[in-house]
């Protein structure tokens, strides 16, 4: 088992350009979170995807930020028109039957920088 | 939604000396509570974890404890060594999705 896999895992981006970050779940896990963590700081949750659905989404912003889980291939957190602070660490997690029952396994991040 | 509060956010112990992190929550369905260790540069990593139905767990230097009515919740480890050093975060699970604590910086001095 791979493991959560993230890419990529730096993303460079200027002022108004799109960023996609994508997420590949742990074999069998139908459940990924999206957080934000700025430098020195905590994990802030933004989303909450089952295949499909958003079950939860109080943490992103309204504007710019969307995130999908397709039924076939990867999680997609996108940022439009990035801005500077939106420069972060973004980890998702997988879990396979959300973590009421179960933990959940975090990616190795996607390190994004606006310039 | 829930709300978890963690302290000390900074914490500096000698090597061989004990290390405690304390986290209160708000809401009373979180039944799941997590630790993640966080090194530099890279991912949070489960350590250890406690559920609502126990009041503590134990696994070699890292034990939790859990008290339900207070809603508090805290991490020991001893016989701290300098590769313990990291940013510990506390969680609950309220909501099918962990909220975390702020986290705590522990340096373990030689």
């Known amino acids: 088992n791979a493991g959560v896999m993230q890419n990529p895992r730096h993303l460079v981006r200027r002022r108004g350009q799109e960023a996609r970050l994508r997420c590949s779940p742990m074999?069998?896990?139908?459940?990924v979170y999206w957080y934000r963590q700025l430098p020195e700081e905590g994990l802030k949750f933004m989303v909450y995807?089952?295949?499909?659905?958003?079950?939860?989404e109080s943490g992103m912003p309204k504007e710019r930020f969307s995130a999908e889980f397709p039924k076939e291939g990867p999680s997609i957190l996108r940022i439009q028109q990035v801005v500077r602070g939106d420069s972060a660490a973004y980890f998702c997690?997988?879990?396979?039957?959300?973590?009421?029952?179960?933990?959940?396994?975090f990616g190795q991040g996607t390190r994004l920088t606006v310039v | 939604g829930e709300n978890v509060e963690q302290h000390p956010s900074t914490l500096s112990v000698q090597e061989g000396d004990s290390a405690v992190i304390k986290c209160t929550y708000s809401?009373?369905?979180?039944?799941?509570f997590p630790w993640y260790k966080q090194e530099l540069g890279k991912r949070p990593q489960l350590i250890i974890d406690?559920?609502?139905?126990?009041g503590e767990k134990k696994d070699q230097r890292i034990a939790v404890t859990l008290n339900k009515t207070a809603k508090h919740f805290s991490l020991h480890i001893t016989e701290t060594q300098p590769e313990d050093s990291a940013v510990y975060f506390c969680a609950g699970n309220a909501g099918n999705m962990l909220t975390f604590g702020g986290g705590t910086r522990l340096m373990v001095k030689p």
């Open positions: 406690i559920r609502s139905n126990v």
């Open positions: 997690a997988s879990s396979p039957l959300g973590t009421a029952n179960t933990e959940a396994f």
């Open positions: 074999k069998g896990h139908s459940h």
């Open positions: 809401d009373s369905a979180s039944n799941y």
């Open positions: 995807l089952q295949k499909e659905n958003i079950i939860d």
